[in-house]
T-cell receptor
């Protein structure tokens, strides 16, 4: 099986712009989670989707949003980018209902100038 | 609240030796899952080993094994016969049974030298 894929792998934006990141889970996986990784804050949970519904949300401002499609692919969007949004954004997928192991994609490195 | 603490920011070990990485956690749940992930310089997060809290037997995956002490809320990772490719940041993570999100520690940077 192919692993979790994320596009794009690298992205450079300027303050005030918006960005959309994409994640395709492992085939058959219905749950997708997003994490932000920075040197200062470590790994922080953004949100989790299951069957197109947001099940859980981390403590991020409303500029961060996401969605999941019927084929389980997920996107996250960050509007009005700030310098502090520069980070590695990791997507993870799992089969479904909470107990299973999460498998991570290679991440998208976002740099905000 | 659920928390994961890794008290060793950096460790180093010589090739072929054994090293143990420490992790403590706190959770109010009875059923939960613990994981060790490694993140090499490529930044790809790779699962190393997992442990279900209801299982008393410590998990083992080839050269990797854990010492799970439920009462002490301790979950250490032992790497035997260390290899240069084991050089990476190692994260301890906790996942509850009711919600799927992972809680991560701050990581331990392990360097294996020849």
């Amino acid at each position: 099986k192919a692993g979790v894929t994320q596009t794009p792998r690298y992205l450079i934006k300027t303050r005030g712009q918006q960005v959309t990141l994409s994640c395709s889970p492992i085939s058959g996986h219905r749950s997708v989670s997003w994490y932000q990784q920075t040197p200062g804050q470590g790994l922080q949970f953004l949100f989790e989707y299951f069957s197109e519904t947001q099940r859980n949300k981390g403590n991020f401002p409303g500029r961060f949003s996401g969605r999941q499609f019927s084929n389980s692919r997920s996107e996250m969007n960050v509007s009005t980018l700030e310098l502090g949004d520069s980070a590695l954004y990791l997507c993870a997928s799992s089969p479904g209902q909470g107990k299973e192991t999460q498998y991570f994609g290679p991440g998208t490195r976002l740099l905000v100038l | 609240a659920q928390t994961v603490t890794q008290s060793q920011p950096e460790m180093s070990v010589q090739e072929a030796e054994t090293v143990t990485l420490s992790c403590t956690y706190d959770t109010s749940e009875n059923n939960y899952y613990l994981f060790w992930y490694k993140q090499p310089p490529s930044r790809q997060m790779i699962l190393v080993i997992r442990q279900e809290a209801y299982k008393q037997q410590n998990a083992t995956e080839n050269r990797f094994s854990v010492n799970f002490q439920k009462a002490a809320k301790s979950f250490s990772l032992k790497i035997s016969d260390s290899q240069l490719g084991d050089t990476a940041m190692y994260f301890c993570a906790l996942r509850g049974s009711t919600l799927g999100r992972l809680y991560f520690g701050r990581g331990t940077q392990l360097t294996v030298w020849p």
